[in-house]
């Protein structure tokens, strides 16, 4: 998962963490898309503990596997300070000591990303964690991070772990569990493969490096460092590297394959002693029009080619492989990119002497040894738009539980699927059932976030590679219905609403000509009309506030607009790239912002004219108030500010002194002015901050267990009919979060009241302490230890019921007999019992047989 996130990513560290002056507690969740999204791209099981197995993925961070299929993220602490973490490039779990599992952590090897890789270790399986800091840089969502594992535990002295790096940097060495590192200078084989040496795009000109490291745990013997060590290398000459003598010298293995292909992965099967290695001509994971599986007995040192297909029918690489270590013989490998008709799995029970297929020719079609579940992430189940390929493409991941030759994983480039019933694949008839089993990993990267005046919606998405997702329910997996279609983009890249028509609906994806409108709340699409006439790609969409006008600042034509369906034409008094947004209520005013330079426009977005010059050098974003024409709030890197005349003038918010994404939401009683929410630095903390009385006081309402990643990439929305949700997304692979205040249930704010409350506040701090260290390696370790203290704090608040000037009702009834439903309640739909008329000056609407609102 790299398109879209790379710049997303490439952002600086925020300042180290001080104490900040008032927190509150919050839940977080995450709203269920239903597993999966992106590349799941390792996953190892631990040979000698049953049910201990996790899983890496390029952006979204690793998970551990629970008893019931499930899975728990194991990187939420995450922050702006450490974002880089959130690649995983390789992860190995103790054969030993059960409970260490370690990570080799970085995003990027390119110019990209700034920071040093690390090295993550725990003694309690994911629950804390140590750091290291490595001397050079990992990469986690670069090129070849399908294969491995490029961490390896030693199985008979699990104080020794090897790594094997990128970029020219060699094979590494620990003895102490992960805590320091050297080079191993004895082993002179970095790699020589580039993806694309002369491309101009620096992230496909770095060498992939060492590809995997396996120990031949059948060589030594419990309490002495092992002597054979394998070592896979990304170079097509002189690949497969050995040690005897537990990494003092190295050689290559006599007779290797001449082949001009990558090792991607290299599996011992110890019971018969053969180290079974899969090949394609490309790094991966989208690459791959060749490849070959060998095994190499380790007795005898003989090689025999054993690839399950040949001429013709060979037409991908090879990725992911498995050893059953219950039935010695029995093994399966994945095409590693196998696009046409699907994918591609085989499975042989004598050491790859013969193969079955997971499906067969059988004229003009295929009979199959599986079906497929996707009940847990129903999106998945609409083979001809969202999964052309049902059992998955990019498949370097595949595993056998070694417990269990029934219960088997792999990982693909949208989710986790495997089973139970495994050895039915074996039987005459047999079929396997393939599930998605990614519950619990929602690695999907969130590009915009929208909470809308409407009452069947309380979310909607737009989502990088799986377009986006109507969220009616937060706690149900997403269904394809329920996803944009027709026209479908594989990413939405923005999205927005009409303010006085908030069923009115605009989007825009990643290739040029893509913009889509509703006029039902999502549940069906349409193109513009003018799409297939323009050239315009990506960026930010605003909608007017009657939905007549659209003003789109593209990527690579600059700033254009279309009126009631016409022609876009080019919006030549804004600069390029900058943020857009309408007025909720005005449909003649449009802002935007550029650099900190903000602009106004009051033709509905033909002409701009610069209005304000704010502090900072780079705009974030523009939110106008939802129930109040002219006040708009605008966040910069140098804070927050709010205009309450069309954006002629600004007041700087105290507290921020730098935001990014912020929102504004239900407020605390009916009648106060809105909630806010925003990723800002307050009294030197990066984090999320909520204020109820226009940025007078601010609480932190994330903590050390809930860091968000790199703060600037992420999306926020508040919700705006119940107080305190707050919906939390963005480019760091983590999905989409909702939170909650802690003790109790938020509630809409249909009424305005005065209340005494007692009020929980939890304190959650994080203790980072560093280790001097003297190694060759000049490498630091950090300790992560994560302690919650909480203390009750009795308060009592009078709240007082303003009036802001807003169309907005205060009151919501919902007794029908003459009583009259506030703006934006539902009004009627088959099965409404409640009021159909609707409070001055709203009238009821309908926008389907199911939902009609007061607008």
Known sequence: MVRYTSVLLALAAGPALVASAASQCYNWKNVKIGGGGGFVDGIVFNPSASGVA??????????????DDSWTPLLDWVDSTNWNYMGVDAIATDPIDTNRVVMAVGLYTNDWDPNMGSILRSTDKGNNWSATKLPFKVGGNMPGRGMGERLAIDPNSNNIIYFGARSGNGLWKSTDYGATWAKVSSFTSVGTFVPNPSSSN??????????????????GSKGSATPRIFV???????????????GSTWSLVSGQPSQSYLPHKGVLSPSDKLLYITYSDGAGPYDGALGAVWKYNIASGAWTDITPVSGGDLYYGFGGFAVDLKKPGTIMV???????????????????????????WNGSDRTKRFTMDSSLAPWLSNPSDEVPEPIGWMMEALVIDPFDSNHWLYGTGATIYG????????????VVTIKSLADGIEETAILGLLSPPTQHVKLV?????INGFIHDNLDTPRTSASQFHNPKFATTFSLDYAGNKPLNYVRIGGDAGNIAVSTNGGVSWSSHSQSSGTTGSNGFVSYSANADTIVWSTTNIGVIRSANGGSFTTVSSLPANAYVAADRRDNTVFYAISGNKFYVSKNTGATFTQTATLSGSWGYKIVPNPGTAGDVWVST???????????????????????????????????????????????????????????????QINDATMGFGTAESNRVAVDYSVYGRIFVGGGNGRGIFYGTPCGGTPTSTTTAATTTRATTTSSTTTRVTTTP??????????????STTTSAVTTTRSTTTTTRASTTASTTTTTAGGALQSQWGQCGGQGWTGPTACAPPATCVSSNPYYSQCL
């Open 54 to 67: 996790y899983a890496r993925t390029d952006i979204g961070g690793a998970y551990r596997l629970n008893s």
């Open 202 to 219: 620096s992230y496909e000109r770095d060498i992939v490096g060492i590809a995997w490291v396996t120990f031949d745990s059948t060589s």
């Open 232 to 246: 896979g290398v990304a170079d097509k000459s002189n690949s497969i590297w050995v040690s005897t003598n537990a």
């Open 334 to 360: 994945a095409a590693l990119n196998a696009w046409w008709p699907e994918g591609l799995i085989f499975r042989s029970t004598n050491s790859g002497a013969s193969w079955t297929r997971a499906w067969d």
């Open 419 to 430: 089973g139970r019933d495994l050895t039915k694949w074996d039987t005459a008839g047999g």
């Open 461 to 465: 998405s737009s989502v990088g590679d």
């Open 637 to 699: 890197d140098g804070g927050l500010f709010r205009s309450t005349n069309t954006g002629t003038s600004f007041t700087t918010i105290s507290g921020p002194t730098w935001a990014a994404h912020f929102d504004l939401g239900a407020p605390k009683t009916s009648g106060a002015y809105w909630s806010i929410a925003a990723m800002a630095t307050i009294d030197g903390k990066k984090g999320l901050y909520r204020s109820d009385d226009t940025g007078a006081t601010w609480v």
């Open 773 to 786: 260290v003297t190694t060759p390696s000049t490498t630091t370790t950090t300790a992560i230890r994560t």
